[in-house]
């Protein structure tokens, strides 16, 4: 019987991607959502560092690479779909945000509102020297 | 100025969609990802109960409707993008899985292959009647 190889059992969408959930392994916190094709997905678990693909720029996406934030992977899972991988991460510098926040769902539903309520641990210009 | 109705900030994707994350309060534990259209997340704010969109059956689907795993919702967030939602939730029946598991992320990448690592709890046949 030939085995099936670890990507191709993987449910790419019609884009060939495959939306990707970071969580801190320590606090548990879900970090970010954000997308992988094939190629980001082996890096991924080749090198143990998130490496995303970048719908907005159309390329890879190595979590980290300005702003030194890195993500360390401890573990993948595939749901029972085969259509969402979720990683366990240690996530350096603490921050896993574009806005320097902690995590990336910091808008909390009050009232009908979007309510930010986590601060911003790390100035962006800083992160991205802009 | 005006004010943006909440559902109106949500960055919807080309099929009027958002992927939402469920997340077990009490444990941490990320149990699934699904899909909303506007009315599935207005559904579930105003009812407390998540209830999302089937992409598979293309209609709204009340998380628990057949299986009474229903999932009391405790709060929602929205990501940095606004095209994500996150959902702390308390999942009732312990089994978010039509599997019959926990959550729905029990496959893990061990040696280049998706290897089960989680127990049925509940017999699927039982939960659907099927």
């Given at each position: 019987m030939k085995e099936v190889h670890w990507l191709d059992v993987v449910s790419w969408n019609k884009d060939g991607l495959v939306p990707v959930i970071a969580q801190e392994?320590?606090?548990?916190?879900?970090?970010m959502l954000a997308w992988m094709n094939r190629e980001a997905l082996q890096q991924t678990a080749f090198t143990g560092e998130a490496i995303y693909w970048s719908r907005s720029r159309n390329c890879l996406w190595r979590k980290g690479e300005t702003s030194g934030n890195v993500q360390k992977v401890k573990s993948l899972r595939l749901d029972c779909d085969n259509d969402t991988v979720l990683l366990e991460v240690e996530q350096m510098g603490g921050v896993a945000c574009h806005t320097g926040r902690h995590h990336c769902f910091f808008q909390v539903l009050q009232d009908d509102d979007w309510v930010t309520v986590e601060p911003v641990q790390k100035n962006p210009e800083e992160m991205y020297g802009i």
């Open positions: 392994g320590q606090s548990g916190k879900v970090l």
